[in-house]
């Protein structure tokens, strides 16, 4: 990940500065890109599953204390992202392990682009008309570059395991 490449100093800016205004609520938040990424594909709540317990809507998933746990985990690392917009490629590994754990639970690579639509949402709704054509750009660019890390995850393991 070339992040000098990836991202101008005005875009890693405009990141920080949206990620400041939406990282002081990371649950509210991180609720409003799950609800969005439901809303938009309903077929990926069964991935969801806490002690095998099968969740029977969204909503019952939004508020177990386990997907709460998750949400601020998916916080955390966008979080991370933006807190290494200089040096992403500190991060590769990592994601590329978090790409392996999604990929063994069923997560299919497609899936990401409805979590980047969801993403951009929530930022939208929490930073209102702060949310620009060229912070939504930003954002875009940065999420496309977490998303190729993450791939190399399926990438590095054999197809159907």
Known sequence: ???GMLLSGRQRA???ESWQRVSGSPEQNGLVLFTRLFDLDPDLLPLFQYNCKQFASPQECLSAPEFLDHIRKVMLVIDAAVSHLENLSCLEEYLCNLGKK???VGVKVESFSTVGESLLYMLEKCLGTAFSPD????WSKLYGAVVKAMRRGWEALPEGD
Not at 135 to 138: T, Y
């Open 14 to 16: 405009l990141i920080r």
């Open 135 to 138: 912070v939504r750009e930003a």
């Open 1 to 3: 990940m070339e992040s």
């Open 102 to 104: 999604h990929q063994a």
